[in-house]
Each structure stands twice: as C-alpha cells, then as structure tokens.
C-alpha cells in the first residue's frame, strides 16, 4: 500500500525552528518530484517548495525562500522541510506529496505547524 | 505577486453541468502553465482530479473535464452527483520551478 508519513508538527514560538519528515511507504521515493504544499485553517493550500529526484535541484515559493530548505534522503525513502524565522502565518498543516508538474500523484494525513508565543 | 483567481462559489443542480474557471493576474492561462485541479473536503487532504490540463488522474471520474476556456483554465463538472459537493482548487505552474495554487471554488449541489 502506497503511504506517506508526514511527522515533525508541533507547537513553537515566533521566531523558532523546526524540522518536518516525510516517510514513504509502497513506492519508490527516489523515482519522483518531491513537494511540500501546507493548507492555513480555512485557507487554500500554498505550494511551499519542491525537490528533483536526485536532490540536485529545489525551487521554493516566494513566501518561504531563504527561511525554509528541501532535503531528501533516498536511501531512507525519506524527505524533509527545515523551517527557521517561523511566522504566525506558518501555521498551517503541511503535507508531502510526489509531484509531477501539476500532478500531485497523492498525499500524506498532514503534519500539524502552529507558530504561537 | 502571482495570484491565481476562481470563483468564490457555485451552485448547481442534481445532474447539472457546471464550469469552474482558473485566471491568472497578468494575463491568460494557456497549456504551458500546466492547470491542475484539486477536490477537497473537510478535513481530508485534496485529491488531484485533472493534471496537465486535461489529464484525468487514475479513478476520476469521465465527468470530470478539464480544459482551456478563452483566458482562463476551466474544470467542467458534467451529470453533477451529490458527492460533487466540495471545495476545487486549480494551480498553475507559474514561472522558474514555481507553482501557484489557486483561491479556490465551493461548489454546492442543491
């Protein structure tokens, strides 16, 4: 069963840092696009950043560039969101998902970021 | 800043047919953006329903459409079903390795 494991979530303070893993479960991490996309509570989601399949590539939104970084590691079937200068309007849940252009292939259950003093 | 627009909301009838559509704010969406378009309900995750314009994912149903109307991406919902009834997001691929989601369409089925 393909699967993706979002963990890393939890509360922190303006300012503060975090780091967020993606597990994949059923499926070859290595042969895709990675990408983060967060949803804030009654929002749209937001495309936040992606990640070549070799890790020799990433592109990021201009909401997060330069506080946010992409890593993967293939042999680990795993991918991460290093997030610094987190913001309230961090909040959101973040979830990970293989992209291929517009085509998000599928998703994790999301992993809960509140930025709260 | 790139923004992406769609309509607040729609209504439409049991069996009905309806468009959504997906703008940009400098000018006309066309293939090379890429138009995505995402179901999502309360509390669950989206479910991409249309990639690359008009390529249905896997299990979509046929009458789910996507296509390129004038200026703006469109998603057309064709024989509207009860379980229709939720929140459509598009995206484009905008610029540079950049992707934009849109502001998103409730469509109600009543």
């Known amino acids: 069963e393909v699967q993706l494991v979002e963990s890393g979530g939890g509360l922190v303070q303006p300012g503060g840092s975090l780091r967020l893993s993606c597990a994949a479960s059923?499926?070859?991490?290595?042969?895709?696009?990675m990408s983060w996309v967060r949803q804030a509570p009654g929002k749209g989601p937001e495309w936040l950043a992606n990640i070549r399949q070799d890790g020799g590539d990433e592109y990021y939104a201009d909401s997060v560039r330069g506080r946010f970084t992409i890593s993967r590691d293939n042999a680990k079937n795993s991918m991460y969101l290093q997030m610094s200068s987190l913001r309230a309007e961090d909040t959101a849940m973040y979830y990970c998902a293989p992209q291929s252009y517009t085509q998000f292939h599928f998703w994790g259950l999301g992993t809960l970021v509140t930025v709260s003093s | 800043q790139t923004v992406v627009t769609q309509e607040p909301s729609f209504s439409v009838s049991p069996g009905g047919t309806v468009t959504l559509t997906c703008g940009l704010s400098?000018?006309?969406?066309?293939?090379?953006?890429?138009p995505g378009w995402y179901q999502q309900t309360p509390g669950q995750a989206p479910r991409t329903l249309i990639y690359s314009t008009n390529t249905r994912s896997s299990g979509v149903p046929d009458r789910f459409s996507g296509s390129i109307l004038g200026n703006k991406a469109a998603l057309t919902i064709t024989g509207a079903q009860a379980d229709d009834e939720s929140d459509y997001y598009c995206?484009?691929?905008?610029?540079?390795?950049?992707?934009?989601f849109g502001t998103g369409t409730r469509v109600t089925v009543l």
């Open positions: 400098y000018g006309s969406v066309s293939t090379s953006h890429h």
């Open positions: 059923g499926f070859t991490l290595s042969s895709y696009w």
């Open positions: 995206a484009l691929y905008v610029h540079n390795g950049i992707y934009v």
